[in-house]
């Protein structure tokens, strides 16, 4: 006859600090931050980000050595114009990083795991945000950056424009990471299924960008130019365009802008309604499947 025995574990409460809201909005954020670029995965998670960082680093890297032998400021890429030159590179950043952090806990239903604790669903989808912004600003600031770093080192005329030039491109790059950042993660969060969701989110970025290249097409092969214009505001590259062009003072990089000072607080308007309502989507999602 076997003998049960009860063996004293010492489970026993927990008496220490509590670290509060702010610690586990911080802690989600860090967690969803690293795992953009694959840290803290295994390795095959890094290829992609760190490829397509790489990618991004590569024509400033030429156009700061090109200027250095040549001295010509030409060589120099506008900062303004940089994430729009290389934006097929940063739509597969978004379409591939986007499902590791919107859809990951959706596909293997544990995200009521994580409301089973003190946290809010707001504050998840708040740091799920804010880590994917992030994540496209470093990826968007870097290369910039070296851009800026280089022109100064190789002598660079004038060094307040340039300086300048390169914060407006800088609060272009958080535009750009902010509206992104939303319509990525939207998307990827309603297709669980990771291949599902690189595709949609490039389907999204593709259809929008034709769209709008057959309308403004269609609008200046009859001379309205108006309308080419406000059609920029429905396809992402060309709405911080907008932005960065009327309230910025950029350099237009889009076939046609919105007109007028008007032009830039729509687009702006536009921006902040698309983040809002992303946020908003993305919150009753996160909601709804935390409660089955």
Request: hydrophobic share 55%; charged share 10%; with cysteine.
């Amino acid at each position: 006859m076997s003998m049960s025995t009860i063996h004293d574990i010492g489970y026993r409460h927990y008496d220490g600090k509590r670290l509060g809201r702010a610690y586990t909005v911080r802690s989600l954020f860090v967690h969803n931050l690293r795992a953009a670029y694959g840290i803290g995965r295994p390795a095959r998670a890094k290829v992609m980000p760190f490829l397509l960082g790489a990618l991004m680093l590569l024509p400033a890297a030429g156009s700061v050595a090109i200027f250095a032998f040549s001295k010509e400021e030409s060589a120099l890429i506008r900062y303004s114009s940089y994430t729009s030159i290389l934006q097929v590179v940063i739509a597969i950043f978004v379409a591939t990083q986007a499902p590791v952090l919107a859809s990951r806990e959706l596909r293997f239903h544990v995200v009521p795991l994580y409301f089973s604790r003190p946290v809010g669903h707001l504050d998840f989808v708040l740091a799920k945000f804010a880590a994917m912004a992030v994540a496209l600003l470093a990826l968007m600031a870097t290369p910039i950056t070296l851009l800026y770093v280089g022109g100064l080192v190789s002598k660079a005329p004038d060094p307040a424009d340039q300086l300048l030039r390169f914060l407006g491109a800088l609060v272009g790059c958080v535009l750009f990471a902010l509206v992104l950042a939303a319509i990525g993660l939207v998307v990827a969060a309603f297709t669980p299924r990771r291949g599902f969701g690189v595709a949609a989110v490039i389907a999204v970025y593709m259809l929008s960008s034709t769209f709008v290249g057959i309308i403004q097409g269609l609008a200046e092969s009859q001379t309205n130019f108006a309308l080419a214009g406000w059609a920029g505001l429905f396809a992402p590259f060309n709405l911080v365009d907008i932005v960065q062009v009327r309230l910025l003072g950029a350099k237009s990089t889009s076939v046609s802008i919105a007109p007028g000072l008007q032009g830039g607080v729509v687009a702006l308007a536009v921006c902040a309604l698309l983040v809002a309502g992303s946020i908003a989507v993305l919150y009753r999602r996160f909601r709804k499947a935390g409660l089955s």
